[in-house]
């Protein structure tokens, strides 16, 4: 069974499905595509589909030009269709692991996902799980649920979690250049996902021995980058109190060429897996009576940065004998990261909320984001940073640091400038900037 999908993958006769069309999935499916397997994508969102179909793009991480050409092909389209998956041999699940109401992991769309290939599958399939989530979901939850099918694991198909990688915007690694781990049920298991990416991909497959090994490791990834964030974030504050620039700290830090890596303040935590995993591995911890003390207290710093940036802005205001209730701020930037257009858990729009209960009115500038929706409802942003814009306002706050802005027109036409993201650290004329 083993050598038969493996045969169809190193021909490239091998199909290949991605369920889930976003910013991990379509770059994922335009890879396979790129790589000779002819690919199909599924989605219940019926737009993202017909977009595809079209070739038209709508995923920073995806070339244009890459993207129509496949599509024009055959070589990738795409569907709401499920029973489609009936002719894949591969099948790869990107869909969204969030947070429900009460932060706790919300795995329905993966339940769902795996609920719609059980119809459907047949032998020596390999089904991939990409989505980030807790350990022991690939074995404890997938595996049953396919197993419906009346197909054994490890014995009638193939199942593995390897996790995303996806970094919006890095100018470096992409989907095709970033290495990947792989951990299936049994060896077998692992052998032939290795071999799929292996057959796509441009970089190393790092081979585990389990898929709870491999969902560790993501969450590893993240969660080390979230405590050392809430390190930086409560160093800011306290330094803040003392009168020190904690900026020019981590740089002096930095000229040490061993025993340290530079991690930056800011408002906040955004994207779908820093704010987001250390919660899957605290959830899972308590079921063996275990509390991750260190990742909680990380979270819950990072967690109250966007009201203790609201209240930082209020204390400048005050200065200026302003009331924050009135006043009018503009907030440069709402995407998570600097230089994309993904604003999901971005703590640009928590800090926006923070203001707007205390009464001030806000407006925000990026050219990445023109508007975004939350709660059902949508904010547009200001179509151009013109000069009057920023006069207009009682503080201007940096809450994402896009290479693309004028900071020096910044700092000539604001009456004061709350810089939470040292973006404007090279601006020389600076009596009117005030850093996190």
Request: include cysteine; charge should be negative; hydrophobic fraction near 40%.
């Amino acid at each position: 069974m083993k050598e038969g999908v493996l045969n169809k993958i190193y021909s490239k006769e091998a199909i290949c499905g991605v369920v889930g069309l976003g910013y991990v999935g379509l770059p994922l499916a335009v890879e396979k595509a790129k790589a000779g397997f002819k690919t199909i994508g599924f989605d219940i969102q019926e737009s993202k589909v017909e977009m595809v179909n079209a070739g038209e793009n709508y995923i920073g991480d995806v070339v244009n030009e890459d993207l129509e050409e496949i599509v024009k092909s055959g070589l990738l389209s795409a569907t709401t269709d499920f029973s489609q998956v009936a002719s894949a041999d591969c099948v790869c699940i990107c869909v969204p692991t969030p947070l429900d109401e009460h932060q706790q992991p919300d795995i329905s769309y993966v339940k769902a996902s795996a609920e719609s290939i059980v119809p459907f599958m047949h032998k020596d399939m390999l089904i991939v799980l990409e989505s980030t989530t807790y350990p022991g979901t690939t074995e404890e939850l997938l595996k049953p649920i396919l197993e419906k099918s009346g197909l054994k694991c490890g014995e009638d198909f193939y199942l593995a979690f390897s996790p995303e990688r996806v970094d919006p915007g890095n100018l470096i690694y992409k989907t095709k250049n970033t290495p990947k781990v792989v951990g299936g049920i049994t060896p077998e298991c692992t052998d032939v996902a290795a071999a799929l990416y292996e057959a796509i991909l441009e970089a190393p497959i790092h081979k585990v021995s389990s898929p709870a090994v491999a969902e560790m490791e993501k969450i590893l990834e993240n969660t080390y980058r979230n405590v050392n964030i809430g390190l930086v974030n409560e160093l800011a504050i306290l330094s803040n109190k003392m009168g020190i620039n904690f900026w020019e700290v981590i740089e002096a830090a930095k000229s040490k060429p061993y025993g340290f890596q530079a991690f930056y303040p800011g408002p906040g935590l955004g994207g779908h897996c820093i704010p987001l995993d250390p919660y899957y591995l605290s959830w899972k911890a308590r079921e063996y009576g275990f509390h991750t003390s260190m990742i909680e207290s990380s979270m819950m710093v990072n967690d109250r940065m966007p009201e203790y940036c609201a209240e930082r802005a209020s204390k400048i205001l005050n200065r200026f004998r302003k009331a924050m209730n009135g006043s009018r701020i503009l907030i440069l930037g709402v995407a998570y990261k600097q230089d994309i257009d993904d604003y999901r858990e971005s703590p640009a729009i928590r800090v926006i909320n923070e203001l707007e209960k205390e009464g001030a009115e806000v407006v925000y500038f990026d050219k990445f984001v023109a508007e975004y929706r939350e709660s059902g409802v949508v904010k547009r942003g200001e179509p151009e940073l013109t000069a009057e814009l920023i006069e207009s306002a009682d503080l201007v706050i940096i809450t994402t640091a896009h290479t693309n802005v004028d900071y020096d027109f910044v700092q000539k036409h604001a009456t004061a400038i709350f810089d939470t993201k040292n973006a404007m650290k090279h601006v020389v004329a600076r009596d009117n900037i005030e850093l996190l």
